[in-house]
C-alpha cells in the first residue's frame, strides 16, 4: 500500500493581488488571498493561514519573483518583498516549499488552455477546477496560485521524491 507523502498542495503567488491555494489529496481547494492591510502586507495574517498546515503532510509551491518587462521599479520592489516575507514564514514554519520558475509550471498546466498571458492561467484553472466560479474580475488573479498548487500535486502524486 501506497503512504500518503503529502496531504495538502499549497500554491503561493505573493504578489499583494495574488492568493494562497490549498489542494488537498482529493482535490479539494480552499483559496486566501494574499492578506493586505492598506498597502501593506500582513505578515501576522499570512502566517497564520499556514500556521496550521504546518502538522500535516503539506508542501508548498512559491513562484520565483522577477522583474517582468514593463514593470515599474516599486511594484518591482513590492513584489520582491511579498516574496522574501513568504520565504521567512515558511522558513519559521518548517514548511517543505520548493522555489518555481514560471516558465517551468505554465509549461506543464497550459499547453493548449486558449488566451494569452493571465486570461490563458485563468482559463487553465476554471478547465481543472470548475467549482471555481469567480464572481470578481480581480479574482482572476487567484488563477496562479491554483495552478501552482496543481503543479505541486502533480509533480509529488507523479513523481514523489525518493
Known amino acids: 500500500m501506497n503512504e500518503i507523502l ?5 500554491g503561493i503567488d505573493p504578489g499583494k493581488t495574488g492568493c494562497i ?3 488537498d489529496s482529493g482535490s479539494g481547494l480552499n483559496l486566501h488571498p494574499t492578506p493586505v492591510d492598506g498597502k501593506e502586507y500582513n505578515i501576522f ?48 514554519l518548517e514548511l517543505p516549499y520548493i522555489i ?9 498546466l ?31 488573479t487567484y488563477a496562479d496560485a491554483i495552478l501552482l498548487a496543481e503543479y505541486a500535486r502533480r509533480l509529488y502524486l507523479q513523481n514523489p521524491p525518493t
Not at 48 to 75: D, H, N
Not at 100 to 108: A, D, I, L, N
Not at 121 to 135: D, V
Open 6 to 10: 503529502f496531504k495538502y498542495f499549497v
Open 21 to 23: 491555494a490549498i489542494l
Open 45 to 92: 495574517r499570512m502566517k497564520s493561514i499556514l500556521t496550521g498546515y504546518k502538522e500535516f503532510k503539506t508542501i508548498v509551491v512559491i513562484e520565483r519573483a522577477q522583474c517582468m518587462p514593463k514593470q515599474g521599479i516599486v511594484s518591482s520592489f513590492e513584489f520582491g518583498k511579498g516574496y522574501g516575507i513568504w520565504l521567512g514564514i515558511l522558513g519559521c
Open 100 to 108: 518555481v520558475h514560471s516558465r517551468v509550471w505554465t509549461k506543464k
Open 110 to 140: 497550459l499547453e493548449g488552455a486558449p488566451g494569452e498571458g493571465k486570461e490563458r492561467n485563468f482559463n487553465a484553472a476554471t478547465r481543472l477546477f470548475p467549482q471555481w466560479q469567480p464572481k470578481l474580475k480581480k479574482e482572476w
